[in-house]
Structure formats: structure tokens, C-alpha cells
């Protein structure tokens, strides 16, 4: 393993986007316009594929999430549960379809918190066949325009055509501008961080609004309730979310470590649980702790003067 520094540097996950609807609906063809403002003949994605790209000034992570019923139970929801946006795509020329189509995006539009905002742009794709479907017939037929009542929820229609470029750019500009406010939307300030090994014992914690506890006593609480899981349950992992007061106690665990997070009752779940995914994948292979303080402050975008710093590391 490279020895890492503390002048490292790494990029942050994009935000998390996912383009679903049923096979054959052209939603490979529209991430292959994203990536290259060309047209491709694509065949039905298998499980799924991945694409980091920027739409506009934000750093994108897009997740084509293959359409055949096996997938659409199994792999879609955690995806579309974590995801910021999504790009529902339907083949107009296949009226057909439009029932099931109807079925699995309320299915889907319904998974969402209602605590986070998130966006929805609605792709009637292949206007280019003869058989296609107007806008208003698609956005009746699959009562889009309920969409008026989820609060949290940003939307948009268009009739696309993956192989002429008809409002592909209209789509990807709407993509652009509402990206960019929901990142800035989505922000967090975290209260206090701490990682802790699997047995209880501290590793960092950073604490902004002067708890006065030991971290031992939070590590030592989530390591004890992981024993009880595990004993009784067979698997770790079973505690990942309380809710006390004010705050917001975000929590994950792997086979080494405990991870929690505090932040306000109205601040973003899933934006916190995304940043400490992003930290585990750093810490993981971590053999020294030296840069972990490093490595937390530049991952949760903190001024560290702000913050009381307790190491269980030398």
C-alpha cells in the first residue's frame, strides 16, 4: 500500500443521479449522450452501469439501472432511496407499456423521504417514431400531474428523442440549473463526528456543539448494540438511525469500524449518510491513522476552529 500524505488530495462522490424505466426505453442512449453528445445504438443494460461526468458545475455520479423486472425489484430501491434525482424514461411509441410504466414510477416517486428534495425529470422518449405518443396523452395516462402534491419534489416533462437529439439539451439544462440548487440545498453542518473500531474504542471525534460527554461513552453505547445484533440477530448493522430532540443520529457499521454522525432535525439524512460513505471507503484501507483527521475535515467540508478535536490515536 502507497503511503499517503497529508498533502493528499481526492475528489468527493458526485451527486448521486439514476436513470430507470423499463428495458428498450432508451435510457443507456440517454447516458451516452451525456457522455458524449452522441447518439449510440445501446443493447439492455445488465444490472447496471456507472458514469462520473459534470452537468454544469456539478460533479455528477449517474447510475443506469437496467429495466427487466429482475432488477427493477431487487437493485432500484436502495439506488433510487440514495439518489438526489431521477430520470424516469418511457418509450412513447409503446402505449403498451404505459400501465406497467405507470405502476413501477409510483412505486418508485413513493420510496422518496419526504424530508429531502429530490427531482424527477420525466423523458418521453423516441418522438422521432411515428408511433409516439403526444406529451399530454403520456402525462395523463400515468397521472404525472399528481406529482403537483409531493412538496419536496422538483419535476419536469419532455418529449425526447435520443436518436435526433430532439430536447436532449432542454433536458440536460433543466438537469444543470436544478442540480446545482439541490446540491446547495442539501448541505450539512455536522454537529459531531466520531469514528470508533468495532470493539468501542475512539478513534476521532470531532464535536461542534460542546456535548461535554466522553466519546467513549457514545463509542462504547454503539459498540455494546452492536454485540447485541450480532449475538441475537446473527449480523451487525442493526441500529442506523435515532432521533433525539434537535438532532439527527446518523450511524453505520462495517466488520472494523463505527461511524455516527449529529446533525439538525431538518438537515439532510441522506446527504450525511453519502459523506460517511465517502469516508469509508478512505478509512477502510487505512493501515495508520496519521491523516484521518486530514482526511474527515477535507470529506465534511469543516473549519476545524470550529470545532473540540478527541483522538484515540497518537
Not at 439518489?83 to 410504466?101: K, Q
Not at 419534489?153 to 418529449?159: C, D, R, Y
Not at 469514528?195 to 454503539?222: Q, T, V
Request: glycine share 6%.
Amino acid at each position: 500500500m502507497k503511503k499517503m500524505t497529508t498533502e493528499m488530495k481526492f475528489d468527493e462522490k458526485g451527486i448521486p443521479l439514476v436513470i430507470i424505466g423499463l428495458s428498450q426505453a432508451g435510457k443507456s442512449s440517454f447516458l451516452k449522450r451525456i457522455m458524449t453528445g452522441e447518439f449510440e445504438e445501446t443493447r439492455p443494460t445488465m444490472g447496471l452501469q456507472f458514469e462520473t461526468t459534470e452537468i454544469g458545475d456539478a460533479r455528477v455520479d449517474i447510475f443506469d439501472l437496467g429495466g427487466h423486472i429482475s432488477y427493477r425489484k431487487t437493485i432500484w430501491e436502495s439506488y433510487v432511496k440514495l439518489a438526489y434525482g431521477l430520470v424516469f424514461m418511457i418509450d412513447s411509441a409503446d402505449p403498451d407499456s404505459f400501465d406497467e410504466a405507470k405502476e413501477e414510477f409510483w412505486r418508485i416517486i413513493n420510496l422518496k423521504d419526504d424530508r429531502d428534495e429530490f427531482l424527477i425529470l420525466f423523458l418521453c422518449n423516441k418522438a422521432d417514431l411515428k408511433e409516439s405518443q403526444d406529451l399530454e396523452s403520456v402525462i395523463n395516462h400515468l397521472n404525472l400531474f399528481n406529482l403537483a402534491e409531493k412538496e419536496n419534489a422538483s419535476f419536469q416533462f419532455f418529449k425526447t428523442s435520443m436518436k435526433t437529439g430532439e430536447n436532449v439539451d432542454n433536458a440536460l439544462n433543466w438537469l444543470k440549473n436544478n442540480t446545482a440548487k439541490l446540491a446547495t440545498k442539501r448541505k450539512i453542518d455536522p454537529l459531531m463526528f466520531m469514528i470508533a473500531d468495532i470493539d468501542g474504542f475512539p478513534l476521532l471525534e470531532i464535536d461542534k456543539i460542546g456535548l461535554e460527554e466522553d466519546p467513549s461513552l457514545l463509542a462504547g453505547f454503539l459498540a455494546a448494540i452492536e454485540s447485541f445484533s450480532k449475538r441475537i440477530f446473527g449480523k451487525t448493522g442493526m441500529l442506523q438511525y435515532m432521533v433525539s430532540g434537535d438532532y439527527q443520529y446518523i450511524i453505520k457499521t462495517d466488520s472494523q469500524y463505527i461511524y455516527s454522525m449529529i446533525i439538525a432535525k431538518n438537515e439532510s439524512q441522506q446527504e450525511a449518510r453519502r459523506k460517511i460513505d465517502v469516508l469509508n471507503e478512505f478509512v477502510k484501507p487505512m493501515e495508520e491513522f496519521s491523516i484521518l483527521e486530514s482526511v474527515v475535515v477535507q470529506v465534511l467540508n469543516i473549519d476545524l476552529s470550529e470545532y473540540i478535536i478527541q483522538k484515540g490515536f497518537k
